[in-house]
């Protein structure tokens, strides 16, 4: 077993968070986790009461968010694993979809994780290591109808996350954007937050798309829990990959999307070195 680390996680009241958390007690790491209520807290907390601690905080408090990680790190320890881990899917056509959705999607998915790395980056970089892990997504690869929001807010935290590993490179710091496919968390339930339908244009496109997602609530391919060791073995690796797919799902759409995406640089490549000199 490799030694025991302290790894802080983002939303650890179910799906992926709740999982990894589990899975890293399970081999002796002690784990923080972040919730919004006092009885997640409680259930947390329960799981481990030696090595579970959970502490509350909404990602978007973003003037929290530094007092969290200075208390944390006296009471617990230095972290030495930030999973950015919370986050939702924000479902609707984009023309349907009010920029203060979008903004609340991009608050949570990109600035709650970028403000969590800002907190804890002077005390990783003084200690010269630490490992970021975060949660994007295939659909910070891939894109569908429907989910436009979602999709940026994925697209940007895949190409934060991949800065930031040159960034911190020098340092001993690790960065791994993981991005699942489907998985069987509450995602496309209970925290899915769907716009209300206005354009009757867009029902042919979307209303399928939107039926099948509903259909596969539950039944989606990923178990959580396989996502989770897969995390931790990339947690407890000397050389953590800068990006994880996870599911074959996520494999197959994204190498398809990486080759068409190829074959369309190639298609306009006349055109595209036309611009030089
Ligand atoms: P989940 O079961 O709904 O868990 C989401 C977690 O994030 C919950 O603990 C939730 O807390 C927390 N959260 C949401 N908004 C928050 C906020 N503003 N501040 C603090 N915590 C917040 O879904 P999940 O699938 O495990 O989601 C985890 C991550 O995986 C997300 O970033 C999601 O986009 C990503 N992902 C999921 C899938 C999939 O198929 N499941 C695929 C690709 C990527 P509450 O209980 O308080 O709401």
Redesign the pocket.
């Known amino acids: 077993m490799s030694s025991s680390k302290i790894i802080f996680i983002?939303?650890?009241?179910?799906?992926?968070?709740?999982?990894l958390a589990q899975e890293a007690i399970n081999h002796g790491h002690r784990v923080v986790g972040?919730?919004?209520?006092a009885e997640?807290k409680a259930s947390f907390e329960a799981l481990a009461p030696a090595s579970a601690f959970a502490r509350l905080?909404?990602?978007?408090?973003f003037t929290a968010i530094d007092g969290v990680i200075a208390e944390v790190e006296a009471a617990v320890g230095p972290i030495d694993v930030l999973v950015?881990?919370?986050?939702?899917?924000h479902e609707g056509v984009m023309e349907e979809s009010s920029l203060d959705e979008m903004k609340r999607q991009f608050?949570?998915?990109v600035f709650?994780a970028v403000a969590m790395i800002k907190a804890l980056l002077p005390l990783m970089r003084q200690r010269r290591g630490g490992h970021i892990l975060n949660?994007?997504?295939?659909?910070g690869f891939i894109t569908l109808p429907g989910i436009a929001y979602?999709c940026g807010s994925?697209f940007a935290l895949e190409g934060i996350s991949e800065t930031l590993s040159q960034e911190l490179q020098p340092f001993g710091i690790a960065v791994t954007a993981v991005?699942?496919?489907?998985?069987?968390?509450?995602?496309?339930?209970?925290?899915m937050v769907r716009s209300p339908r206005a354009i009757a244009d867009y029902d042919p496109l979307f209303n399928p798309l939107r039926q099948a997602r509903e259909a596969k609530n539950g039944k989606?391919l990923?178990d959580?829990v396989k996502a989770a060791q897969a995390m931790l073995a990339v947690i407890e690796s000397d050389s953590p990959p800068t990006h994880l797919l996870l599911g074959s799902d996520a494999l197959g759409l994204v190498r398809n999307k990486l080759a068409v995406l190829s074959a369309e640089i190639d298609a306009w490549e006349h055109l595209t070195r036309s611009t030089d000199g």
């Open positions: 983002t939303g650890v009241s179910s799906g992926f968070g709740r999982a972040t919730v919004r209520s997640a905080l909404d990602v978007t408090d950015n881990n919370a986050g939702y899917g608050d949570v998915n709650g949660i994007t997504s295939m659909g979602y994925k991005a699942p496919g489907s998985f069987r968390t509450d995602w496309a339930g209970r925290s989606q990923g959580p």
